[in-house]
């Protein structure tokens, strides 16, 4: 049926929407999702769900603290289980009195999925869209084809995934665009010269960039190793600054750790100082995830690192991805070192990084390619809220013509 008699059938309905983030990356996609979809609806957007503050801002109000479900690692979940599953219940049962027109799960698929599964048993009838594919690419792909059950629309942040799930037999996924590029125009206009000044760092100074992660528990495995990598390219190189983006969740256990760091970094705080710092840098050493990606757009070339916990590193076997780094698996190269697990060592993050500080063919092989992961990650139109929003909105105006017409057939 045509979009126009779609709205016809729900005039003067508000159309409802229940949005469940599993933790704070979550929240702030649906933060931006709500508000796009109250820019776009012709009707009133009625809203539960399960988030954090950014979607509280929106008039989302959350069925239980974000913070319960915030857990990293299967060492951080095994003591909550009883805990997990009682809040999954209480979800699915929420979804189920609301009776949304659509359910969007955000993010974190080991809570949002099992949720949405039961959801759909219970009911078929609403339209289930999720917001940030799982890493299907990268291990456990038969999960592609199993969401064909409870998923109806996959809106993914990476630009090879939708190919991906043609291959897999997965549900329909678009590309909606990664958040991030949100803020590109920003981060080109980012004063790094006021910052130079600001931290006392001399013009003619290399400056690197180290990003050990906003979690504690990544925060724990790297930051010795990142240290002793200093003191190691600092004899290889001889003096360069050193800046260190924190957040305040981490903080006390970075002063910790940098006990015994050889030399004092600059700490800053705050987005517009951390990107700014990406900007200023002559390279980075970041541990694996998204700021890749933020590293990727400020045209930082970069060595990568990662460790994992000892019951991660005992499944590294199903792995099935070429590369761990964001950036890389959208070039399908590794353009970017990766020093992962027994080869993160100082010694090989400092092979990887000296070329970088000193210039030469590896750097320049950088350049380009970031430029590159700028241009795949690029979408032509709206913003990826604007382009998530409107597919959350037809299916929801979807979920509402099959409403109608079950009342209409006395169901």
Known sequence: MASQDRHQLVEGRPLRVFLIAGEHSG???????????????????????????????????????????????????????????RRMRQAVDAVLIFQPNVLVILDSPEFTHQVARR????????????????????????????????????????????????????????YVGHPLIEKLDW?????????????????????????????????????DTFGETLRVLQERIGPFEVILPVVSTVRMLIDERLQSWPLRPHLVTGETDKFTAMRLATAALAASGTVTLELSL??????????VDPIARRLRFLLIAP???LPNLILGDKIFPELLQEDCTAENLADALAPL??????????????????????????????????????????????????????H
Not at 133 to 150: I, T
Not at 204 to 223: A, I, Q, T, Y
Request: with cysteine.
């Open 187 to 223: 981060i080109d206009a980012l004063d790094a010269q006021g910052l130079r000044e600001r931290l006392g760092i001399a013009l003619d100074s290399k400056v690197l960039v180290v990003l050990p992660s906003n979690r504690g528990s990544e925060v724990k495995r790297l930051m």
């Open 298 to 307: 400020a045209g930082t070339p970069m060595a990568v690192a990662y460790r």
């Open 27 to 85: 929240d702030a996609l649906g933060g931006k999702l709500i508000e796009a979809l109250r820019r776009l609806s012709r009707h009133p957007i009625e809203l539960a769900g399960i988030g954090g503050e950014l979607m509280e801002e929106q008039g989302c109000r959350s069925l239980f603290p974000l913070e319960e479900l915030a857990v990293m690692s299967p060492l951080d979940v095994l003591p909550r289980l009883r805990s997990i599953y």
């Open 119 to 174: 959801v759909r048993h219970r009911n078929p009838q609403i339209p289930i869209v999720d917001y940030v594919s799982p890493s299907v690419w990268a291990w456990r792909p038969w999960r592609a084809r199993s969401m064909l059950r409870y998923v109806d629309h996959v809106m993914a942040i990476l630009p090879f995934e939708p190919e991906v799930y043609v291959r897999l037999g997965g549900p329909p996924c678009s």
């Open 357 to 410: 500080m000193q210039g030469g063919s590896l750097r320049d092989a950088q350049l380009p390619a970031l430029a590159q992961v700028r241009s795949e990650m690029s979408i032509e139109g709206d913003e990826p809220s604007k382009q998530a929003a409107k597919i959350v909105l037809d299916y929801a105006l979807s979920g509402s013509l099959r409403l109608a017409q079950n009342r209409i057939n006395g």
């Open 323 to 325: 590369a761990v780094a």
